[in-house]
């Protein structure tokens, strides 16, 4: 079993940053490619960005591009997301979740293990 927390998540303003990150524990983290996902109110889940397991591939969706950074410490069993340049439209809950095939990015069938997920609310 795996189990992933994060944390970071908060209030910020619109154009402000914030750093998320996932601890991970219970089986060998760096046989997990990690992604980050997000869910507003009213939508469906979204893939948001992925890593592979030694961090040389990175995957983000089209509209964080460029703002928002993953990365991981293998030594310290942990990914992180860092946001810049928040928008609006990046208020949600966000998760994250390992993923052990290596592919499938961008679809949540592909992850086999979920934190519990960090608010993270961008004001005007």
């Known amino acids: 079993q795996v189990q992933l927390v994060e944390s970071g998540g908060g209030l910020v303003q619109a154009g402000g940053s914030l750093r998320l990150s996932c601890a991970v524990s219970?089986?060998?983290?760096?046989?997990?490619?990690m992604g980050w996902f997000r869910q507003a109110p009213g939508k469906e889940r979204e893939f948001v960005a992925a890593?592979?397991?030694?961090?040389?591939?990175?995957y983000y969706t089209d509209s964080v591009k460029g703002r928002f950074t993953i990365s991981r410490d293998n030594a310290k069993n942990t990914v992180y997301l860092q946001m810049n340049s928040l928008k609006l439209e990046d208020t949600a809950v966000y998760y994250c979740?390992?993923?052990?095939?290596?592919?499938?990015?961008?679809?949540?069938?592909?992850?086999?293990?979920w934190g519990q997920g960090t608010q993270v609310t961008v004001s005007s």
């Open positions: 979740a390992a993923n052990r095939y290596g592919s499938g990015w961008q679809g949540p069938k592909f992850y086999d293990y």
């Open positions: 219970g089986r060998t983290f760096s046989n997990y490619g």
């Open positions: 890593i592979n397991w030694n961090g040389d591939s990175t």
